[in-house]
């Protein structure tokens, strides 16, 4: 258990395409990070840094006191669980498990309580004699936490762990992986594309994109506050509503529509984001949609339509009967975040 | 195995008819004469012949250079085999790790396999000249005073050489293309399990290269017995003398040169039954050991 600091850390390959930018951020021991980002964002190579899989081309990395960017992976205490696993497709699950211990010089007996304690913790005691090629994707994924929990690390590393498994497991291992992480105590970063697992599993979320760090916040922070339009357009499923609007007079306004007060700014053009849930449909309400689709999610429907032209979703609960057509809305309290309409940054 | 049905009987024969075929007239036809002629003594101008039992296999057992040649035969297929494996598994084990100009690489190391086996018996006399072959010279610098085809151990070290420089190239592409194969995260796994490289070689990379390693042996055996023909009868030049041979040079030595045609059935029957007794324990001893993903 460690804290691990990156200051300036960044990877160019040798064709010149600079993979990460340079990068600084603090994890606190303990704490389970999830990187996540398009593919291509630079979030593996990141997390390959970090294992000692890639050279560092700048920047110091360090995990606990040391400065480990010349060691070799297993000298950096460590462990990772591969997007395919990875296991050993010739060894027995009780081996795969146990390979990492016995390359250190631990006695065989410390090696078979281990083994056996890491496969109690994930029921997988009856297969511990079986080669992977005779277990299922979940219990594979089982076997690749068991061996990365054997060796009882400073650091946890997932590049997109459950991407192979089917929808209801992947909710399952979901909730096991972050348990066990917290009932272990280790640090922990997390590779994922996917912003639903991101802001489950997440205590804190680094957002990527093109090699730059967009945002480093709690799940809370990342999903609420946008610190640009790319963070509001990835993360939340449906995304943000980015529309193009204006400034003027202390008003914010989408074509002659005022959606909020802002005396903050000076006037000109920005780009407003509106989260699909914060728009509810009310009789009174000032801002007319014009509906043309209604998705129906069972526990909410997703209506797809326009305002003044804009593109625009709105969440509503099934309680709200919606058919295409005119419906009128409201925006809830500060449901407005404001972007820079060149930069994409938030304003405020 | 998918059955497949076909509507009329005769279609599959006809379809089976070529390789009944082929292997009937060069396989079973000839091997079956073989047998036959090998309980034969036959008349050196083809006078004739005479039935004598299975005399042609016990004199081969009475004659010191049967023994002598079936030595050389094993020595020498064990060395080659062994030699040309683990060099190519030690080149395709570097070449899997160069990543700029990877191409040309595999390519330059590939183009020896292009060459027919007589043709590198020719490059090897060559070199092995004894008035002014490069490779003559240098063992001279060495004190070595090298005399092909006149010392039987000088020869045979050239036999040696020059059937698995021939042979490398196969091995390595083959090598090459199972390392390949491995899952690069497998090998990133066991970096993070294991410091020490040649450690993961042989718990990681080695087993999951056993399917490719059996393969090759199986065919660098029987390369080594069967395919050098073409070297040997190249560094041999024609003269036996006391020159090194393999059992099958000495089958085709004896027939042809030598008109003994019912020994030489007798030589050639005795090493049909061992290459199929050696595949038979091969398939049942080493193939089960070896873990196929």
Not at chain 1, 308 to 327: I, M, Q, T
């Amino acid at each position: 258990m460690a804290q691990v600091t990156l200051s300036q850390i960044s990877k160019v390959y040798p064709n010149g395409a600079k993979a990460v930018k340079p990068a600084s951020f603090d994890i606190p021991d303990g704490e389970f990070v999830v990187l996540v980002g398009p593919s291509g964002c630079g979030k593996s190579s990141m997390l390959r840094m970090i294992a000692g899989l890639e050279d560092i081309s700048t920047g110091d990395l360090h995990i606990g006191e040391r400065r480990v960017n010349d060691l070799d992976p297993a000298d950096r205490d460590i462990a990772m669980v591969f997007q395919n696993y990875a296991l050993y497709p010739h060894m027995t699950v009780r081996k795969n498990i146990g390979y990492g211990l016995q390359n250190r010089k631990i006695a065989k007996a410390e090696i078979n309580r281990k083994v056996a304690e890491a496969s109690a913790l994930l029921n997988l005691d009856d297969y511990l004699d079986r080669k992977p090629s005779q277990l299922s994707g979940g219990q594979r994924q089982r076997v690749a936490m068991g061996r990365a929990i054997v060796r009882d690390p400073e650091l946890f590393l997932f590049d997109e762990p459950l991407s192979n498994l089917d929808a209801k497991l992947r909710n399952q291992m979901r909730i096991e992986i972050k348990a066990l992480q917290r009932r272990l105590g280790v640090t922990a970063v997390y590779v994922t594309h996917d912003q639903v697992e991101a802001m489950t599993m997440a205590d804190r979320i680094i957002v990527m994109n093109a090699g730059n760090i967009e945002q480093i916040g709690t799940p809370f922070e990342v999903y609420n506050r946008p610190a640009t339009t790319f963070v509001a357009s990835f993360m939340g499923a449906p995304p943000m509503n980015l529309m193009e609007g204006t400034i003027t007079d202390g008003q914010v306004r989408i074509g002659d529509l005022v959606v909020a007060q802002n005396l903050d700014h000076p006037a000109g053009p920005v780009t407003v984001g509106i989260r699909p849930e914060d728009i509810i449909p009310d009789a009174a309400g000032q801002m007319k949609i014009e509906v043309s689709l209604v998705e129906e999610l069972g526990a909410h429907r997703l209506l797809h339509g326009t305002l003044g032209g804009h593109p625009l979703s709105v969440y509503v609960s099934k309680d709200n009967e919606v058919r295409p057509g005119v419906l009128h809305v409201s925006l809830k309290q500060n449901a407005v975040s404001l972007f820079g309409k060149d930069t994409g940054a938030r304003l405020s | 195995m998918k059955r497949a049905v076909f509507a009329n009987r005769w279609l599959p024969i006809l379809l089976l008819v070529p390789q009944v075929v082929i292997i009937g007239i060069f396989f079973y036809w000839p091997a079956i004469h073989a047998l036959r002629s090998s309980f034969f003594l036959q008349d050196p101008f083809g006078f004739g012949e005479t039935f004598v039992g299975i005399e042609n296999y016990t004199s081969l057992f009475h004659l010191p250079a049967y023994g002598r040649a079936a030595m050389f035969t094993v020595s020498f297929t064990l060395l080659v085999t062994i030699l040309s494996l683990s060099i190519a598994l030690l080149f395709a084990v570097k070449a899997d790790k160069v990543l700029r100009g990877a191409k040309t690489y595999r390519t330059l190391l590939m183009w020896v396999y292009a060459v027919a086996p007589p043709v590198a018996g020719v490059i090897g006399i060559i070199l092995f000249n004894q008035s002014w072959g490069p490779l003559t010279d240098l063992f001279k610098f060495f004190g070595w005073d090298f005399a092909l085809g006149v010392n039987y151990y000088d020869t045979a070290f050239a036999m040696v050489l020059i059937a698995v420089w021939k042979q490398i190239p196969v091995n390595f592409i083959f090598f090459l293309s199972g390392l390949q194969s491995i899952p690069k995260s497998v090998r990133e796994a066991a970096m993070i399990d294991n410091r020490s490289a040649s450690g993961r070689f042989w718990d990681v990379t080695f087993p999951l290269l056993a399917p490719t390693g059996f393969f090759l042996l199986i065919t660098n055996i029987t390369y080594s017995l069967f395919d050098t023909f073409g070297i040997i009868d190249t560094v041999v030049k024609g003269e036996p003398g006391n020159n090194p041979m393999t059992l099958v040079y000495k089958i085709y030595v004896d027939g042809f040169r030598g008109n003994d045609l019912g020994g030489s059935s007798a030589q050639s029957v005795i090493l049909m039954v061992l290459v199929l007794a050696m595949t038979v324990v091969q398939f049942r001893l080493v193939e089960r050991r070896i873990h196929y993903t």
